[in-house]
């Protein structure tokens, strides 16, 4: 089963810039692995925040963004809100038929 | 109103069985695909196993052979029957609506197995 590799920590500033990144052990993320990415807070069932690399649900704050970076996919949020401190989980589809969560970005907001 | 409700938790012995309900409303089961993703204390999101809407079925490598998932179509009901649990197994048990983006999570059930 492949595995797919988040940095297990990241600080931005309130109004600050992060990107974080997901990586597949079986090579280049491509649009055909359907990138999702997920937040998830203390106590609470995770959300989707991007799907399909790119593409947000109406709950999405416009200050997330996905995208396709270096071979791997990227979420990047631009404009850090303290409530923007959570987990973050990349998700990629091999095969289409089975799915992988990475192992998650702590975010911490200060 | 979409919603998911997950049911049938518990404390289970090692090598024991159990099976977790997933109450699915403002939608059919049989006309979408639902997945199962648990949770580990303290751990990262793991996809476990998915039913489409054609009844097929999917598992993940840690699960096959071990998990089951069904569904009734006139309960709206979706189960996944877990059999020689493993401490591994330990969870929150999430189920989700999987097409449409996964745009729909339960809220989760707890599943510990320990002696």
């Known amino acids: 089963q492949a595995v797919v590799t988040q940095e297990p920590s990241l600080t931005v500033s309130p109004g600050g810039t992060v990107t974080l990144t997901c990586g597949s052990s079986?090579?280049?993320?491509?649009?055909?692995?359907?990138p999702y990415w997920f937040q998830q807070k203390p106590g609470q069932a995770p959300r989707t925040l991007i799907y399909?690399?790119?593409n947000k649900h109406s709950w999405t704050p416009a200050r997330f963004s996905g995208s396709l970076l270096g071979g791997e996919a990227a979420l990047t949020l631009s404009g850090a809100q303290p409530e923007d401190e959570a987990d973050y989980y990349c998700m990629l589809s091999y095969s289409g038929r089975s799915w992988v969560f990475g192992g998650g970005t702590k975010l911490t907001v200060l | 109103e979409v919603q998911l409700v997950e049911s049938g938790g518990g404390l289970i012995q090692p090598g024991g069985s159990l099976r977790l309900s997933c109450a699915a409303s403002?939608?059919?089961?049989?006309?979408?695909?639902v997945s199962w993703v648990r949770q580990a204390p303290g751990k990262g999101l793991e996809w476990v196993s998915v039913i489409d809407s054609g009844a097929k079925t999917k598992y993940a490598d840690s699960v096959k052979g071990r998990f089951t998932i069904s569904r009734d179509n006139s309960k709206n009901m979706v189960y996944l029957q877990m059999n020689s649990l493993r401490a591994e197994d330990t969870a929150v048990y999430y189920c989700a609506r999987w097409n449409d983006y996964v745009r729909y999570w339960g809220q989760g059930s707890l599943v510990t197995v320990s002696s």
């Open positions: 403002g939608f059919t089961v049989s006309r979408n695909d």
């Open positions: 399909d690399t790119s």
């Open positions: 079986t090579g280049a993320v491509t649009s055909g692995h359907y």
